[in-house]
């Protein structure tokens, strides 16, 4: 059994804690816990819903009717990890301490108190009510420019602004005229064909004649005041945990506890998972301590692609991620295999017999597609990927909303399993395996 040192301090070997909390601070996680092993980090879709409340901002999780106001993203193991793979977007290079667990372990309530503190802390603090309406009023201002460039030029529509241009005649900074802009260009108000330049949508340039379109144009399009204010009321009571954020959950020693705690709160969880522990798996079965859904990666389908793509630092990798997917069929939580896409890696036609061959053996309730993407501070990813395609650059090696749909659709011909959901935004596809058809994927809030 592990047993708890008495220092935050410790060192074996090169060990800091300390140090990696400072390295992930950097990054804008919040770092937290007695002995900074875990962390939470609001993700994109969390600052984009609480911008306009609207569901088409929402991340993939909505499907199972989650909102991302009320998510807090975490995880209780932020520098452990037992795979080192190439599309990792952390900085595991100099980010990790290694596949085995090492100093204290803090307590579930104490990690669950605290994650919650952070999340309202972040959102009400430093989000905040008044910068999303204020973002509100930045965007009316903008569209405000294109208008007055409308009147004194009726007979060109192919007005264009720079970011830089857009600040300057907006009279704000250039991170608040930026936010605005990207909302309008996400919200499809606003496009950007080309260069730095922004111009109108051919509809938002139809529907704008005077200032009252303005209004009826972000309303329709984007948001209004009274949505901004009720989703930071939504905000204010967490009911779901993404324990997914880094690392691998299942080396933190008392996973199910924490488990256990969020849902004595009435929050439901999700655990990601890299598969490898099959017996953390079983003890929490065993326990009644599985999450509401729980997703295992299987980020390659044979145990040489798995070796060169997730690179584990433990023996026995490969087989204990069959034996954890031979699990899921028989457990009583919901369950799925997530295929993590990376494009010239592990989403080839020829690799779709194999993943089919696995999932029809041992079908989980869902299979999810989700893209890869390039982001956050994996200083040396380029150098990773690159050992496999050393003429492409970084950023072709995460899929496109098309690629990963030839994907799913060809593993859905091998499998008989039925595309169900899809999220272009967050490049997210969802495959029905074994679950009822006639029942909701939403998830039941009353019974977590």
């Not at 990207?182 to 496009?191: A, D, R, S, T």
């Not at 389908?301 to 793509?309: E, G």
Request: aromatic share 8%; net charge neutral.
């Amino acid at each position: 059994m592990h047993k708890p040192t008495d220092s935050i301090e410790e060192k074996d070997d090169g060990f800091d804690i300390q140090k990696m909390a400072r390295i992930y601070t950097k990054g804008n996680y919040r770092v937290l816990g007695k002995s900074k092993h875990s962390a939470i980090k609001p993700c994109h879709w969390t600052t984009e819903k609480l911008l306009t409340g609207r569901e088409n901002r929402n991340c993939y999780k909505g499907y199972f009717g989650i909102e991302s106001e009320i998510c807090i993203q975490n995880t209780p193991a932020l520098p452990f990890c037992n795979h080192q793979c190439v599309f990792c977007w952390r900085d595991i290079e100099n980010g990790s301490l290694g596949e085995s667990w090492k100093g204290p372990v803090d307590s579930p309530k104490e990690l669950v108190d605290e994650m919650i503190r952070h999340s309202l802390n972040l959102i009400f603090e430093h989000i905040t009510l008044d910068r999303s309406l204020k973002n509100l009023d930045i965007m009316h201002q903008v569209l405000q420019q294109y208008l007055n460039s409308k009147i004194a030029r009726p007979e060109d529509r192919e007005i264009s602004f720079s970011e830089t241009e857009l600040a300057t005649l907006t009279e704000q900074t250039k991170t608040r005229a930026h936010r605005a802009i990207l909302l309008l260009k996400n919200c499809g108000v606003l496009q950007n064909p080309q260069n730095n330049d922004y111009s109108l949508t051919s509809t938002s340039y139809d529907n704008l004649y005077q200032p009252e379109d303005i209004d009826s144009i972000i309303s329709e399009k984007v948001t209004t005041k009274e949505e901004i204010i009720q989703v930071f009321e939504n905000a204010k009571n967490p009911r779901h945990a993404a324990i997914s954020l880094a690392g691998e959950p299942t080396l933190y020693p008392r996973i199910g506890e924490l488990v256990a705690e969020f849902r004595s709160r009435n929050m439901c969880t999700f655990i990601v998972t890299n598969g490898t522990h099959p017996h953390v798996i079983k003890k929490l079965w065993k326990e009644n301590n599985l999450p509401t859904q729980l997703y295992v990666t299987l980020a390659a389908p044979t145990k040489r692609d798995f070796s060169k793509i997730c690179r584990p630092l433990t023996k026995n990798a490969w087989e204990n991620l069959n034996e954890t997917i031979s699990l899921l069929p028989q457990l009583p939580c919901r369950t799925v295999v997530r295929i993590t896409s990376v494009k010239f890696l592990n989403i080839n036609d020829d690799m779709v017999k194999t993943y089919a061959k696995i999932l029809k053996s041992n079908p989980p309730n869902f299979v999810d597609i989700k893209g890869f993407t390039v982001e956050a501070n994996a200083l040396r990813l380029e150098e990773r990927l690159g050992r496999f395609k050393e003429d492409h650059k970084l950023r072709e090696f995460a899929p496109s909303f098309q690629d990963l749909l030839h994907f799913a659709q060809k593993l859905a011909e091998a499998t008989g399993f039925e595309i169900i959901e899809s999220h272009e935004a967050s490049k997210d596809i969802l495959l029905r395996a074994n679950w009822p058809k006639d029942k909701s994927i939403k998830i039941d809030f009353e019974n977590v």
